[in-house]
């Protein structure tokens, strides 16, 4: 689903003043499949770093994180 969110912003121009601008977004994504590890803090503060993993990597991408922290590109 994060990556089909990225790809319609980046298909829609945005027109401003007359001018066509291209808009890019980067995502960051956390998950996990053990509800009792799903702690809202913990999910927040993986999906932040997965989002400048995503920056720091070229920008205009969604990059994951596991509750293991580590950032993986989709």
Sequence with gaps: QAE??????SNCPFAFG???IVV???LGVAWTD???AAKATLL????DEA??????RGR???E?????????AC
Aim: proline letters at 3%; hydrophobic letters at 45%.
């Design 24 to 26: 890019t977004c980067s």
């Design 64 to 72: 994951s994180a596991d509750l293991a922290g580590a950032a993986l």
């Design 44 to 47: 927040v503060h993986r999906a």
């Design 51 to 56: 989002l400048y993993a995503a920056k720091n």
């Design 18 to 20: 007359g001018v066509q």
């Design 60 to 62: 205009d991408r969604v």
């Design 4 to 9: 089909r969110l990225r790809a319609a912003v």
């Design 34 to 36: 053990t509800p009792e």
